[in-house]
């Protein structure tokens, strides 16, 4: 088995995608009858992320207007909606179209919760193949991109200008053993997650799940700890063990205090997200973003790239209009405007070069960073690493286990787990 394959169809463009079929509920309210079943017919509800129901107000609003319905936004975080679909489908109380993280979709199509949606060609061709990649299941379309997003570098430009930026981590470990006094700090990450410390661990050959010729993941060859992810341990060891790190920015609170520590000015760069740029300005940081660095090996530090779409929940009682929706806020235009709202990168191909998105610095950054990220694996035996292999890298970040002999136990941990909970799928 091979590692990751290397996320392309970036460089101009940015979007991804991902599907699978299952069995889900019945999607007509038979049964019902007279006005009553009429007005529930031209009832929807969509599940929007947190704060960014903004992006898509117009778009509903012409919505209602050309197809007499009425559509109901709610927000909710997004990498929730799914725990929150499981709970409130069956009751009759969840949305016709949510939102969705790219690596939850298997897991969803295999528990029956969404639904396939048939959209032609015409429809998946303005997406980039990446992005459409990642709402697709055994070739059967679950959903269509909204926004791709992948981790980027931050820094502070009244700490360090742009002509100083180190260009590799290893400048970036020796600017920060310079800079480093207790209440200030160089380069910060949340290495102690395998979200972020992937992207260095990945670069020295390291993998979580080898693929095949066709791309599919194998849920048997766990590359967790061979030996690039091992090398790409020890090197992430020392910015603890020689302080560069503070010890506050491991486990749980770690993004607080990261995030915090760079809107104080205590942080020349961190490693985050497009998420954190409507925060860092309200905050008044002076901030630039740029691709992460290169390694020693002269690899670019990898990411995951992570694809946030819109689906059709298998509990709609009126699927049809909820797909049609689902293709209306999905569309180039809709999109664009999003964008323009959100600051939500598009996953539409042709809006990488429309002006409105090629001259905004976060979406130039992400673009930059795709050509070297991976596509987080959707599988379901995708559930079983996280946790294991956080807890391996906090016992490494704190100096309680060597990375060998904790990435060994996370591996053995991870395939336990995936035997005995997905062998039968």
């Known amino acids: 088995m091979k590692k990751y394959n290397k996320y392309i169809g970036l460089m101009n463009g940015v979007a991804l995608s991902l599907s699978l079929a299952a069995c889900g ?21 969509v599940w929007e992320d947190i704060e960014k129901s903004d992006g898509i107000k117009e778009a509903v609003a012409k919505f209602e207007e050309e197809n007499d319905v009425t559509v109901k936004i709610v927000e909710k975080p997004y990498a929730q909606q799914i725990e929150d679909l499981r709970l409130d489908g069956p009751g009759g109380t969840g949305p016709d179209v949510l939102t969705m993280a790219g690596d939850q979709i298997g897991t969803a199509v295999v528990e029956g919760l969404v639904k396939e949606v048939a959209v032609g060609e015409d429809v998946q061709s303005i997406y980039t193949d990446a992005a459409m990649q990642s709402q697709m299941v055994d070739g059967k379309v679950y959903g269509l991109p909204k926004a791709v997003e992948s981790t980027i570098l931050y820094y502070n430009k009244d700490l360090i200008s742009e002509e100083e930026l180190p260009t590799t981590l290893e400048e970036w470990y020796d600017y920060s053993k310079e800079t480093t006094t207790g209440d200030q700090f160089g380069f910060l990450a949340l290495f102690d997650q395998i979200y972020y410390a992937q992207s ?75 998420w954190n740029v409507d925060p860092f300005t309200d905050a008044g940081v002076n901030f630039g973003m740029t691709k992460l660095p290169e390694l020693e090996n002269g690899e670019n530090m990898s990411s995951f790239i992570g694809v946030k779409s819109y689906n059709v929940s298998a509990y709609s009682k009126n699927a049809e209009l909820a797909e049609e929706l689902l293709v209306f806020l999905a569309n180039e235009e809709n999109s664009r405007t999003r964008f323009e709202e959100t600051q939500e990168v598009p996953a539409v191909e042709a809006l990488a070069s429309d002006p409105v998105v090629a001259e905004s ?24 690493v996280w946790t294991p292999a956080d807890s391996a890298l906090q016992t490494i ?14 591996v053995e941990t991870i395939e336990g787990q995936i035997e005995a909970t997905h062998s039968g799928n």
């Open 361 to 384: 610095e976060v979406a130039q950054a992400v673009a930059e960073q795709s050509i070297f990220a991976e596509l987080t694996p959707n599988i379901p035996a995708m559930n079983e």
């Open 25 to 45: 509920p019945q999607e007509s309210g038979e049964g019902s009858s007279g006005g009553e079943a009429e007005a529930q017919d031209r009832e929807l509800i």
């Open 397 to 410: 970040a704190t100096g309680k286990a060597e990375p060998e002999d904790a990435l060994n136990q996370a």
């Open 200 to 274: 260095v661990m990945s670069g020295y050959g390291g993998y979580i799940f080898g693929q095949d010729a066709e791309g599919n993941y194998d849920p048997t060859d766990v590359g967790l700890n061979n030996e690039g992810s091992i090398e790409g341990a020890n090197y992430i060891q020392k910015f603890y063990s020689e302080g560069l790190f503070p010890a506050g920015i491991i486990g749980e609170q770690g993004i607080n205090v990261l995030e915090s520590l760079f809107t104080e000015g205590k942080a020349a760069a961190i490693i985050s997200g497009p």
